[in-house]
């Protein structure tokens, strides 16, 4: 219980030749700038450039991983600080960071438990464990520093070294954000990322609102099918103007197979109608729609983002109770091979087409992602994702996915935050256990040590650039 | 070829610096008395407290493990001892043995070989590795001691430290035997589990005949559903009152989608009626009354244990030739995700409800049982089962789930044997690969070793308590 | 960038004490001849004894494995060398041979590039590194090297110390080339085996020709089923006298249920008559076939080899263009326990009958391949397939197969190779990996170090010689 600190060392291999090759490694890494390509961060808050708030709204409240850790062992949401749908938390913030700190030891070996303390300690200079007796004065502690002016988020942006960001866009968004950053020279480093969900998915309750906004910000009336692809068109080539790079993609599957355009255009009349769609229908829609967004990528050059396999606001009471995205979505078994074939065969080999596969089934890896990626000119392996995007779970994704897609047929690393303070914590992790990784090849002598430090290099800052480079 | 002797580092990593902290940690929990909250030793065995018989009827013959091994290189199983169905097995039971002892190389990087070493060095003094030539000797040692009154099962239970143990017992049992141990001062120490499966399936061969069972001991008449209910609910209270914590459910697959009143009673007079049912059907009610089962462990409290997944009686010859549960029970892909969505949206918060998920599928740990034990209160996810219940079983086990579950919901180590002997040797090897997991965090800077300390002893004795505590 | 050289060490683990027991074992295992049941290399290659060719000829062109890497990295396939379908690659091969070595970065961690690594310097000599400033001086010193009589397959043969080597050929071949093996002294040494899928799997666009060419060869005539059924008998018998071991067999699924006679012929008919059947009447074909091959297997003795879950020829541009197997095989997820079942429940303890199960989805080894072999007698575990012929797929199947089925349940090493150079790299290697996983059991006190010396050649020699030897 000695004063708290980060070792140099942490998340390297224990073995000491290993780890000293890994040392090494990550030399070559450490202090390359930040490259995040696929995040949450709203590029409104980088604009405003206010104050984060108390500890609590900081670190705990908007935090779903860490939350649903309490909620696992009994703690409702409420008490640890979340809104119910039309109504704010009566919680005291004080108390809700006392409570994460009384359940520190809920998140050993967890990612969030990693990330907090480099975050803590080496962002914030925190210097006491978190715990029921420490909680107070790590509260004011943090409480006096997020007053600060350095500890605003474009002085972060800055001390965190970031290159560049991608925020996470709505397929309606007019980029105000986005154009005021520009206009403070801002433009290069925050950009903004198509993500159309909201208008593809048919059996979303707020479906036909969004398709207003999606009219609205586009001004093409969407009267049927083919306006619709006309304000998706739109507003793809107004994400373009403003510096977009890719799409994302959320689908419950990874089916791409088209419909022919009289059955699309039936449905999409169906749906505008205010008729229910049943589950089958609405689900070949949207993989209707992947193959259409993957022929508008070929030809606006826009980089593929798909994000499968989550079963999402899997607790219909939490949903009633607190809305989306509250830690309850799941994973499901996710079939890539088959699903995929058609826009691959369409667009696999096209040089003006480029698709990034993530996954949160990693069975997928050595089976059906690796050899995709490192067979179809198109196809990029991105980084573990959520729940795998962990010191193991990243170790075994290389395991699984070198050995047949080599490392240039991968993104490099992404992170997926909404947590603006963790993104040095996560890009600091995942060099370490990339280092980690090559120093294991090394010292089998299954690949030299001047290799590993070109690749350690490029996974860490090359390859997220050149991945996410917009087709020209 | 050495004396046979039991290294005091086995089943530690290599690595010094790692081993050096795994040998702590296992030193804090080496000696804690054990929790066996799951398995198959018969409470009459220890209400009788005979004599084990020798060492083929005790090792080898009712150990479908070991039995299959040697099967699976053509071995017959009556050659092996055991009865065909109808007639005994002829088979000379030194004979046997030997069968064993020359085929121990079989069982070379298995955990029958880690637990069996176990068992004869430790707990039976034996010191000639098992082979063609050592084979009578030790036969000869075994029965020797195996005649001695110390090694009968209450003085090995003691001698064994365990502090608890649960037996599986049918939904009819009567559990005169649990009385009787109560009667003479063990009714602390050993407790029933109530195991409904012979009268969920509707096609088993023999549902009619334990329908018929279940009347009997319940007292209460099945003559519909709301009887078959009511007899459930009647025997659920009976073993509640002496004692039980847990039910145990085996199904081939996890759904749990409840079917409306009308059509379960329907199916049930059908099969009441002696009608045979489609596999749909059965699978629907199976699926149903898994739901029925967590309203009422809802109401009384009974932690609900689930274990789908295996497709019993795999070869039809073994099963006719030899009867069910002879080793030939092969696992089949598991779906959880959807699967349970019924019974979690219903109970997955009720603080009334405890669920503790088992697999064969191992995929099922990072993809959907860890993040469903990472967000409902109700769920824990259970210790590696049957064929994972092995070192590298349970090392990809923490390496799969720990990164999104934590240590706090999962149970800590449950057995599942019906060997009596071999249950230190479980959670003796139990101890070591969580020492040695933690010991990897530990070494890599990922947790701290007080921290880590504090956890091993958690896993093996705290948290399967704390997840079969009934809920009140 | 020092001399290129192959560490000894090199596949070893990097901790110390395993390390030295890894180079203790391998060194049981390092010499031994190499038994090749599983191969692509053509017995007219070795019968006429060429010269190989140019290095992009023998390294390059026919490697798909190696071509795809480029072509993933959007070289296409005609600039590496590869002919368009109708029309030679006008690709100079000193160009083509450039370009690989200019691109071998794109190999670093991958098995290709561990077996060229191995073949270049340990087979010819290579002391640079190939790079875009070594490309010409490595070019012409192989070139040189393989216009030498040394360098012609039947020396190397000799020079591997290869003891027998099995070939894949077609159901309708005369094995004339075999013949000719035997007839100089060869007959032990080159092996055919018996690959009917051309015949088998009714959607095949050469389907029709394919049964004419079974019918040519067979000399029986296929008017209906029970011709079709004969043909294949007939040539069984060819293959048997002629010294085949085994049977190949690639499926889309895993699945054996067996038709009726009545409607099995009459599928057959409609094939025969020239009418396209749907996929599920031609999966359902398949499926039945491969019952009856292990019938026929049960009655002939050769051993039954079941590599399912790849779906061929993914790309219909690529296969346009250049034909089959260039690369762009993907596999499924594939399941085993309830396809395999009517086969296993016929034949599975059969002593006349043996099968080997290969996977290319990782999952189904611990789940149910090794239950499987650790259950049925007739069943031995293949050795990684394909994309998990590599040092951690190896090393990731040791630790998931071997605790439940043992090692002795295992087909011990099957190469998978057309490229005739890469053998010896490939035994090598895998003994490597079974040595250090079998050094990590010693180490960890799990199993005794001369019981792993004696496992060490087991895999390596005595196994696959036991499990591929005909069952008289």
Redesign the interface.
Known sequence: ?STWS??P??????????RAIARRLYAEAKDLPIVSMHGHVEAEDIARNEHFGDPAELFVIPDHYLV??L????VPHDRMGVSRAGAASAADHREVWRRFCENW???????T??WLEHELVEIFGITQ?PSAETADAIYDELDATLKTDEFRIRPLFDRFNIEVLSTTDPAWSTLEFHRQLQSEGWGERVLPTFRPDPVLHLNRTDWAENIGRLQQASGVEIGDYAGYLAALRAQRARFVANGARATDHGHLLADTTPLDESTASALFARALAGETLDAAETQAFSGHMLFQMAQMSAEDGLVMQLHPGS?RD?????QAEYGADK???????T?Y??SL?PL??AF??D?AFRMILFT????AF???L????????A?RLGAPWW??D????MR?FR??A????????TSGFVDDTRAFASIPARHDLARRIDAGYLA??V??????E??AA??VVDLAYNLPLAAYARRD
């Open positions: 219980m980060l070792n060392d942490r998340a390297f291999p224990a073995e000491p030749t290993t649903r850790m909620v696992s062992q009994g030891k809920l998140f050993r070996g967890t990612p438990r990693y464990r079963l899997y607790s219909s009471n939490v830690g309850f979505d799941i994973p499901i078994a079939e091979t088959r074939r691959l065969d696999g080999s040089p949160l089934d990693e069975t050595s089976r059906e690796a050899p995709l990626a490192g067979a179809f000119p196809v729940f795998l962990s010191p193991d779970g075994r395991e699984a070198t050995e047949t897609a080599g490392f240039y047929n294991r090849l010292a089998e002598h299954r690949l030299e001047d290799e070109e690749v």
